[in-house]
């Protein structure tokens, strides 16, 4: 997009605070923390249910962005004027009075702007397949514009339109709703010419009172489509679909029904399925194509791009050599362990300007005190002159600070041209010669971006940085991750704080990945059990408040020195505390010109019923009178109930919450002042708003896990634990397997030995039949006792299984519930004992 600032307030209605200065809008900005081209950005402030773009105003202005959407004034000590001692000289405010709205105003002005033919794909599953295989297919033909990943939403529908430029083509765009009305704000967005709708499901149900609303909001995306392409075999999306008028449908049935294009046979096939469609009256000829996939998911998804292309003209020859070669979609960025103290973010499946610049942004969350390295190939069928492809690319490698870049192609070495005299940049023909260079360069203690075109093969050079370790792994989805805490966020009253749980390892999840990712979004507090956690996390540079649970003597001087927040439970700990931080601020005083102040943060815990930590009623007076000698300052006070979870203990929670009211009021009235309030574990957020009271602590909801049972269909799968098979053999009727001769062949069996044990978290419990894993598909038993480094699976009914194959342990298909219940144990102690030796591989989605 490149518009002038008048053009801007045309377009959205706005009016200028004060007679706008001069600007070109190139960039648009939603996410104060992603500023990348500040001078020729606009930021859009856009208000939410816990975060207003409007207070990021002067830190915006601080980083060069002048020109801004606002739907309220800045606040009157900061009104901008003409005159340059006021706090905004030169910027551009233009008032609306909806952000939102101007935001959608602005995308769908842009997108009439362009002639080219639009494609909008919704539906409940499906949508970012369906549209990246249609890129995979149509890309020798067309300059396509798509959405990047799964930009579907409110915010991703309209960014992803204002990549529209002249050179495109084609544009292929997804939407994604859930709740009423939504859809009629991105369909103007949108206005596809031909419409896909993928099926219709429950995914997403939680905003729409029944399926039949949710199917209607979402056809509202075609009312002005000329076609749209979609399966007749389900008869509630046939019937909905008749209801629309002026539009051309493009249909399709397995099943036998009358349609467009008609299936006559699927078959699966060890290489992938075949597809055989007869005679109809839109394609009055036989036809047969084969896929690289199995699963019916893909197999749907596979022919609804069929159907497209018949509709677009091509011949079937060209469909069929073309699906023959689609591959699988690859959304995700990998963080891993690397060599030499290196941190590899592996993105090496796709390379475009847009997948660039999120890849960046992820580098800069993970990677604040590293050096940073970009790995990058040609950038392909980018629709844009080289010169301005890679001038923009130039650009952001320096806004972004990168230290270092490795180029592999042809084309990105007109970067040379580009980078400033200095800049640490050297090229390769291809990754071969790359590779062939390769042990005389040095990475060391630097985070290195992998970001090139599935052509490359960057696999092969993420294979040379990447620590070689134990097959095991954690998988942890931190988009998933972000979604839970997004859940949980929009359950807090407005200006309730958020603490969240990082205790363990983050549940096994990795405390310090998931607090950069925590303190990215803006969370209040965070929580570890032992100072030695709080003291990593400051290591790896995490700036957030961090309350320590359970303080220990021992470690007083690096509680103060790492600026972590005890939580004091007893009259002896605080007493202990205080003499040390007497002593502490008497040296440091001493060795000092300057008067120290004396103000280290505390948290007090009361025991109001749970009985195991916290002072008691009778131990206020005494607390009261201790503090107001003690050199701290008391940020909370809380409590722990007991079964906040529990529907048949709720009086119980009422009761704590009365006492922990009546405790905490006699403390304030001595303090003088009232501290934060806290009680609400993840259960207590959902089930007791009423006790939200200033902070709520979240703690095993982050992770996935729904112990109020009200969430579970809006919660995702953060982990993943994965092994694979190292060897399988066969067995007679009466063998054995493992220690002991647990394991009996009662029948020829065969056996999968996979690569986990009780020494990576696999209590030995699962084994004899306790437990299955999952594998390809299918579930396996486990058979004979587990051992310390290996597992045993009967995959007789398997028979496609094979040594190399992945093995779900747990995951989204096999949900951690299951293996906590067959064990008698609950998920806490699953994701905690998992070891440290097997290693967490971090995913963006």
């Given at each position: 997009m490149r518009y002038s600032i008048q053009q801007i307030a045309e377009i959205t209605g706005g009016s200028f605070l004060a007679p706008p200065s001069e600007a070109v809008i190139e960039h648009l900005l939603l996410d104060s923390r992603q500023v990348i081209f500040p001078a020729s950005t606009l930021f859009i402030a856009l208000q939410g249910r816990r975060h207003d773009g409007h207070e990021f105003l002067r830190e915006l202005y601080d980083s060069g962005v002048r020109n801004f959407i606002v739907s309220k004034p800045p606040k009157n000590n900061q009104q901008p004027t003409a005159n340059s001692q006021q706090p905004f000289p030169s910027a551009n405010f233009i008032l609306v009075k909806n952000a939102h709205a101007a935001f959608h105003q602005l995308a769908a002005w842009h997108r009439h702007q362009f002639g080219l033919p639009v494609v909008g794909i919704t539906g409940s599953n499906g949508k970012t397949i369906v549209k990246e295989w249609l890129f995979q297919l149509l890309h020798e033909d067309y300059h396509i514009v798509r959405?990047?990943?799964?930009?579907?939403?409110?915010?991703?529908?309209?960014?992803?339109?204002?990549?529209?430029?002249?050179?495109?083509?084609?544009?292929?765009?997804?939407a994604g709703i859930s709740k009423p009305d939504e859809m009629g704000k991105l369909?103007?967005?949108?206005?596809?010419?031909?419409?896909?709708?993928?099926?219709?499901?429950?995914?997403?149900s939680e905003g729409f009172p029944d399926i039949e609303t949710k199917l209607r909001e979402k056809l509202i995306l075609f009312k002005n489509a000329k076609t749209v392409i979609y399966c007749v075999d389900n008869q509630l999306i046939d019937d909905e679909m008749k209801k629309l008028t002026g539009i051309t449908f493009?249909?399709?049935?397995?099943?036998?029904?009358?349609?467009?294009?008609?299936?006559?046979?699927?078959?699966?096939?060890?290489?992938?399925?075949?597809?055989?469609?007869r005679p109809s009256s839109l394609v009055p000829h036989p036809s047969s194509l084969e896929i690289p996939f199995t699963d019916a998911a893909s197999v749907e998804n596979a022919i609804h791009c069929w159907a497209?292309?018949?509709?677009?003209?091509?011949?079937?020859?060209?469909?069929?050599?073309?699906?023959?070669?689609?591959?699988?979609?690859?959304?995700?960025?990998?963080?891993?362990?690397?060599?030499n103290g290196c941190t590899v973010i592996n993105d090496s499946y796709n390379s475009d300007l847009t997948s660039l610049t999120i890849a960046l942004n992820f580098l800069e969350q993970h990677g604040k005190s590293l050096r940073r390295t970009l790995i990058l190939s040609d950038i392909l069928q980018s629709g844009q002159p080289q010169a301005q492809l890679y001038g923009t690319v130039a650009r952001l490698l320096l806004e972004k600070r990168l230290?270092?870049?490795?180029?592999?192609?042809?084309?990105?070495?007109?970067?040379?041209?580009?980078?400033p005299d200095g800049f640490d940049a050297r090229f390769y023909a291809g990754t071969a010669a790359f590779l062939e260079d390769f042990p005389q360069l040095v990475f060391r203690d630097e985070i290195i971006l992998l970001k090139g075109a599935r052509h490359f093969e960057f696999e092969r050079i993420a294979n040379q940085l990447v620590t070689k370790f134990h097959k095991t792994v954690l998988e942890v989805n931190l988009s998933a991750l972000l979604n839970n805490?997004?859940?949980?966020?929009?359950?807090?009253?407005?200006?309730?704080?958020?603490?969240?749980?990082?205790?363990?390892?983050?549940?096994?999840?990795?405390?310090?990945?998931?607090?950069?990712?925590?303190?990215f979004q803006h969370v209040d507090y965070?929580?570890?059990?032992?100072?030695?956690?709080?003291?990593?996390?400051?290591?790896?540079?995490?700036?957030?408040p961090i309350l320590v649970m359970n303080p220990e003597e021992a470690t007083f001087e690096a509680l103060v020195r790492y600026r972590l927040e005890p939580e004091i439970y007893s009259r002896s700990l605080l007493e202990n505390f205080t003499k040390f931080l007497e002593n502490h601020f008497a040296q440091k005083t001493a060795d000092s010109d300057s008067v120290t102040s004396l103000n280290q943060p505390i948290h007090l815990k009361l025991d109001t019923g749970m009985h195991r930590l916290g002072f008691e009623e009778k131990d206020l007076d005494s607390v009261i009178e201790m503090v107001a000698r003690s050199p701290v300052t008391v940020q909370t006070i809380f409590t722990h109930l007991a079964a906040s979870e529990a529907p048949a203990h709720d009086g119980f929670t009422h009761e704590q919450a009365a006492r922990f009211e009546k405790m905490y009021e006699k403390l304030a009235v001595g303090l003088g002042y009232r501290p934060m309030r806290h009680i609400l574990n993840s259960g207590g957020i959902v089930r007791f708003p009423q006790h939200q009271m200033e902070m709520v602590r979240l703690g095993i909801g982050l992770y996935g896990i729904d112990s109020s049972g009200l969430l579970q269909d809006r919660l995702q799968t953060v982990n993943t634990l994965k092994a694979t098979i190292s060897q399988v053999k066969t067995l007679e009727p009466g063998e054995t397997v493992g220690y002991g001769r647990m394991g009996k062949a009662q029948r020829p069996m065969r056996i999968a030995t996979l690569s986990l044990g009780y020494a990576d978290g696999l209590l030995r419990r699962a084994g004899n039949g306790q437990y299955s894993v999952l594998i390809n598909g299918?579930?396996?038993?486990?058979?004979?006792?587990?051992?310390?480094?290996?597992?045993?699976?009967?995959?007789?009914?398997?028979?496609?299984?094979?040594?190399?194959?992945a093995v779900i342990i747990f995951g989204k298909e096999l949900p951690v519930q299951e293996l906590a219940a067959s064990l008698g144990t609950i998920p806490y102690e699953i994701f905690t004992t998992i070891s440290e030796r097997v290693k967490r591989v971090y995913v963006q989605e």
């Open positions: 959405s990047p990943k799964s930009f579907n939403s409110q915010t991703g529908v309209p960014l992803s339109v204002l990549q529209i430029t002249p050179e495109h083509t084609l544009g292929i765009f997804e369909a103007p967005i949108l206005d596809p010419d031909i419409g896909i709708f993928t099926n219709i499901g429950e995914a997403h493009f249909t399709w049935s397995a099943t036998g029904k009358e349609a467009g294009l008609q299936i006559e046979s699927i078959r699966q096939h060890s290489n992938g399925t075949t597809l055989t469609s497209l292309m018949l509709h677009l003209g091509y011949a079937d020859q060209t469909i069929a050599d073309r699906m023959a070669r689609l591959e699988p979609v690859a959304m995700r960025l990998e963080l891993k362990e690397g060599q230290d270092r870049l490795i180029g592999i192609g042809r084309q990105v070495a007109f970067l040379k041209k580009l980078l805490l997004r859940v949980y966020q929009s359950r807090l009253l407005p200006g309730t704080k958020m603490m969240v749980m990082v205790k363990a390892g983050a549940y096994g999840s990795g405390s310090v990945e998931v607090a950069k990712l925590l303190e965070l929580g570890v059990a032992y100072a030695d956690e709080g003291v990593a996390l400051r290591k790896a540079g995490i700036q957030l299918k579930k396996a038993p486990l058979v004979g006792n587990v051992c310390m480094d290996m597992t045993m699976a009967d995959v007789t009914g398997i028979s496609d299984a094979a040594e190399g194959d």
